[in-house]
């Protein structure tokens, strides 16, 4: 079993920044891959980024490229979303999940490669 917990969410305004977290405990070591979604109200939950183990590749969904910085602190068992130039599109509650496969970048943009979760943290963008 392995728990996610994340923090970090707020109201901020449109243009401000908020750092996510979300750390993991339990049965960690196998856990290869990393990722964030989001999911706005009467919407799917939806791929944000996602980071393999060893940082060998990271991927963003591109409404969020050059904004948005996602790692991980592997020592920590701990990954982080840096939210910059946040936009009232970005409202959600934002997700962690992990993944014990190898997955591709690719395959890492999809909700069923992802096998835990944590309960979410909501971010509010006001305009």
């Known amino acids: 079993q392995v728990q996610l917990v994340e923090s970090g969410g707020g109201l901020v305004q449109a243009g401000g920044s908020l750092r996510l977290s979300c750390a993991a405990s339990?049965?960690?070591?196998?856990?290869?891959?990393m990722g964030w979604f989001r999911q706005a109200p009467g919407k799917e939950r939806e791929f944000v980024a996602a980071?393999?183990?060893?940082?060998?590749?990271?991927n963003y969904r591109s409404s969020v490229t050059g904004r948005f910085t996602i790692s991980r602190d592997n020592a920590k068992n701990t990954v982080y979303l840096q939210m910059n130039r946040l936009k009232p599109e970005d409202t959600a509650v934002y997700y962690c999940?992990?993944?014990?496969?190898?997955?591709?970048?690719?395959?890492?943009?999809?909700?069923?490669?992802?096998?835990?979760w944590g309960q979410g943290t909501q971010v509010t963008v006001s305009s």
């Open positions: 999940g992990t993944s014990g496969r190898q997955l591709t970048a690719a395959q890492a943009m999809g909700v069923l490669a992802y096998d835990y």
């Open positions: 339990g049965r960690t070591l196998s856990r290869n891959v």
């Open positions: 980071i393999a183990r060893g940082a060998d590749w990271l």
